[in-house]
């Protein structure tokens, strides 16, 4: 690195001193004079660019960086020589301005670092004015940024999972069923809800265990999801050992179909249970309601409809269907 522009102007002691803070910070600094040629050059820049002080000194800025002629930072460069402005170039615009590298590696990977650019005017008396470029490596910051954001939506997705099933949970069924309501109400469409309810679950787990309990309410999920194939299909664990499943565009006949179908795989898995007052196995019973809304129809309607349709299944005796239609269960 050279201080041609500070010769003359300050004691050798001092310009030593000078050169020795400009080799030791961990920083990438460098000069332009009014005519856009470079006149400083310092330590860290020779080794992030690999190219030597005595190789770039005197060169223009179009010289040493022909691919950046009249892109942002050449126009920061010539407000800040022109107009006397400072920019601070924008990091998410200009991730990589500079051909710099944090090894060599890198460099034979054509893999930049990432920058942070400071442009800044420099203005001394009877000097004409010049320009300082600082350029910080910021690519570990980014990296924990972008680390931080990876972590932030895996909690996220795991917030709206059940721990037990893996299907989605009582909060991501509560968004999901707002959000098909609206599209519903907007295409003047149906929308059909399921409630599910595991017949003597209780039973179940008081002599079974709670082990063996939460082993059967994984595999009835998996029952469950197996037979939805819609992206925008939802099957959901609503709390403790009731299920609901949404389904968009869907009449009360279809969702009857959906409905009978799932009851018929839970009981096709003949999941033991001797405590049941059904049958030997683990068995279901499951509400069905349909509704095309309106201005007066509400999500709680819909759920309080299916709700009643499973009251009415499990007073049926269970292991069965019950779809409400016209203010009744039928």
């Not at 060599?104 to 990432?114: E, I, K, N, T, V």
């Not at 925008?232 to 006949?253: K, N, Q, W």
């Not at 009978?260 to 009981?267: D, I, L, N, P």
């Amino acid at each position: 690195m050279q201080l041609s522009l500070l010769q003359g102007m300050v004691g050798e002691g001092e310009l030593r001193l000078l050169q020795g803070v400009l080799d030791a910070v961990r920083t990438g600094l460098f000069v332009f004079d009014a005519g856009q040629r470079l006149v400083l050059w310092n330590h860290w820049m020779e080794q992030h660019s690999q190219q030597p002080a005595g190789s770039v000194l005197g060169k223009s800025f179009a010289e040493l960086f022909p691919e950046m002629v009249d892109g942002r930072t050449h126009i920061a460069l010539r407000a800040a020589l022109e107009n006397s402005f400072s920019s601070l170039l924008s990091q998410t615009l200009n991730k990589s301005p500079f051909p710099l590298y944090a090894t060599p590696a890198d460099l034979a990977l054509g893999q930049r670092m990432q920058q942070a650019v400071h442009i800044m005017p420099l203005q001394a008396a009877g000097m004409p004015r010049h320009c300082l470029v600082q350029v910080s490596d910021v690519s570990m910051a980014v990296a924990r940024e972008r680390k931080l954001r990876e972590q932030a939506l895996e909690l996220e997705s795991q917030t709206l999972v059940d721990g037990l099933t893996g299907i989605a949970n009582r909060r991501r069924f509560n968004v999901h069923l707002e959000d098909e309501f609206r599209r519903a109400k907007r295409n003047a469409s149906p929308l059909s809800l399921i409630m599910i309810d595991v017949d003597y679950f209780k039973d179940y787990n008081d002599n079974y265990g709670h082990q063996r309990g939460d082993s059967c309410l994984a595999q009835i999920a998996a029952a469950l999801a197996g037979q939805l194939n819609r992206s925008r299909d939802l099957v959901a664990r609503y709390g403790g050992e009731e299920f609901t499943v949404i389904l968009p565009d869907t009449t009360a006949d279809g969702a009857l179909q959906v409905a009978e179908t799932m009851r018929c795989e839970v009981e096709a898995r003949q999941l033991p249970h001797e405590y049941s007052g059904v049958a030997p196995h683990v068995t279901i019973s499951l509400g069905v309601s349909t509704v095309v809304p309106d201005l007066l129809s509400t999500t709680g309607g819909l759920i309080h409809a299916a709700d009643r349709a499973l009251y009415q299944a499990k007073r049926s005796g269970r292991n069965c269907v019950v779809v409400y239609a016209d203010e009744r269960p039928a």
